[in-house]
């Protein structure tokens, strides 16, 4: 199945490691004139020496107003990933105001930020777009100490819905993304011992985690016109492991 972005614009967030930096490498190689957004500007430079034609943005989006105007020099934006997220794991009785003030600033209300700019030029412009919000199986499922984490990326399903419900008319698709663990270099710090992801992958008919390219097609597939009729859903990616 050839998907193809050529005469698109688009803006992935959290672009600079892992999930981010592959998804905004593969819409340059479909086509995509691409706008890589992370707050680091040493990985946004390593991605730019390895795509020169990727357009690179530094922004912390846990600053709202000064995060906001970036974007909103970027001109029109036809699709959108939003990617960037942070964890803090903490037992339920250990989590701190700060902790859930951080968690829900990027993984949150950044997009909303985000995603209000490039959606009015959108709808501006008439012509619609798509738009994927990196959830998780931590928004379906309790994980111990995910308290923050899980609480963000369930209210991010129901942002993604109610993107859906109003936008719609304006031809404009809005889903998320919910992977199980994925293999990038963050994903094996934290889930290599395997008494940690034994019980995990036991419960998972595929008996093994996503790896960035399972992210990477599936988040091309919801941005695409393959998936036309796609709107407001959160689309699982975790192997079976809710079935069990």
Not at 46 to 53: A, C, I, M, N, R
Not at 180 to 209: E, H, I, Q, Y
Not at 232 to 238: C, I, K, P, Q, V
Request: charged share 20%; net charge neutral.
């Amino acid at each position: 199945m050839e998907i193809s972005f050529h005469g698109k614009r688009a803006l992935v967030t959290g672009a600079g490691k892992g999930i981010g930096r592959e998804i905004a490498k593969k819409l340059v190689e479909c086509g995509a004139e691409t706008f890589a957004l992370s707050r680091t500007q040493a990985d946004l430079d390593s991605l730019k020496s390895e795509v020169p034609s990727m357009n690179i943005v530094q922004a912390d989006l846990q600053d709202w107003d000064g995060s906001r105007k970036i974007v909103e020099q970027l001109g029109p934006i036809d699709l959108l990933v939003n990617n960037a997220a942070v964890g803090r794991g903490s037992p339920f009785l250990e989590v701190k105001k700060e902790e859930l003030d951080f968690i829900l600033d990027v993984n949150l209300k950044a997009v909303v930020n985000v995603s209000q700019v490039c959606v009015k030029g959108m709808i501006e412009r008439g012509q619609g777009g798509a738009i994927v919000n990196m959830s998780s199986i931590a928004s379906k499922m309790a994980l111990k100490n995910h308290t923050s984490y899980g609480a963000s990326k369930a209210a991010l399903d129901m942002l993604t819905k109610v993107m859906c419900l109003e936008l719609g008319p304006h031809k404009i698709r809005v889903n998320s993304l919910n992977p199980t663990v994925v293999w990038t270099k963050m994903g094996k710090s934290g889930w290599s011992d395997p008494a940690k992801s034994g019980p995990m992958l036991a419960r998972t008919p595929l008996n093994k985690f996503a790896e960035l390219e399972d992210v990477v097609n599936a988040t091309l597939f919801l941005l695409s016109d393959k998936s036309a009729m796609v709107n407001g859903t959160a689309m699982l990616l975790e192997g079976g492991l809710c079935c069990s």
